[in-house]
């Protein structure tokens, strides 16, 4: 009855590590700002980052509302550590919201930084102010390291299961008389 246990276990044991492989999907780079104005943000690595609009949220420990789009004629770039280039926000295709607790935001778009740096965020051409986080956009990456995993380790709980029900009950047909 070992066999099937540690199976079991081990299969337990790779879900855990799934767990923690998604769990790092929601850390990395998170950085407030309001606008209009600028903002430095250091870039860790390269890649994708997701620009989001806060409706509600606490900033400097207040509550505070914003409306769900920003005003027409708004324009939000992000300028290369040289201060020349600028680059430009992808649209968001779908509308994406994110609601926790009296926080909520909807995503922009994404930023697509090509290389770590000291970025400078640009929101202008709005009047009232508005608040924004720039989040890593990382969950792809995370998800398939979860799935290495958890797919196996699903597969090894689940067969040691199966296995420990057969070893178990074929001990009881044994006893069983007239069998």
């Not at 680059?87 to 770590?116: D, K, M, N, W």
């Amino acid at each position: 009855m070992r066999g099937p246990v540690a199976l079991s276990v081990a299969g337990l044991a790779l879900l855990a590590l799934a767990w923690v492989a998604l769990s790092g999907a929601f850390q990395g780079l998170a950085k407030d700002f309001e606008g209009p104005g600028s903002t430095e943000v250091e870039i860790p690595r390269a890649g994708d980052y997701r620009l989001w609009l806060y409706t509600r949220t606490y900033l400097d420990g207040t509550f505070r509302e914003f409306p769900e789009q920003l005003p027409d004629g708004t324009r939000v770039v992000a300028r290369t550590p040289d201060g020349d280039e600028a680059i430009r926000l992808q649209s968001s295709r779908a509308t994406l919201t994110y609601t926790s607790g009296q926080t909520e935001r909807v995503a922009l778009g994404r930023f697509h930084f090509p290389e770590p740096g000291t970025y400078t965020i640009l929101a202008e051409g709005m009047e009232d102010a508005h608040a924004f986080t720039l989040r890593e956009v990382r969950f792809l990456e995370h998800a398939r390291r979860a799935a290495l995993f958890g797919i196996p380790g699903v597969v090894m709980f689940l067969a040691g299961i199966v296995w420990g029900i057969v070893v178990a009950t074929s001990g009881r047909r044994d006893e069983e008389p007239g069998s």
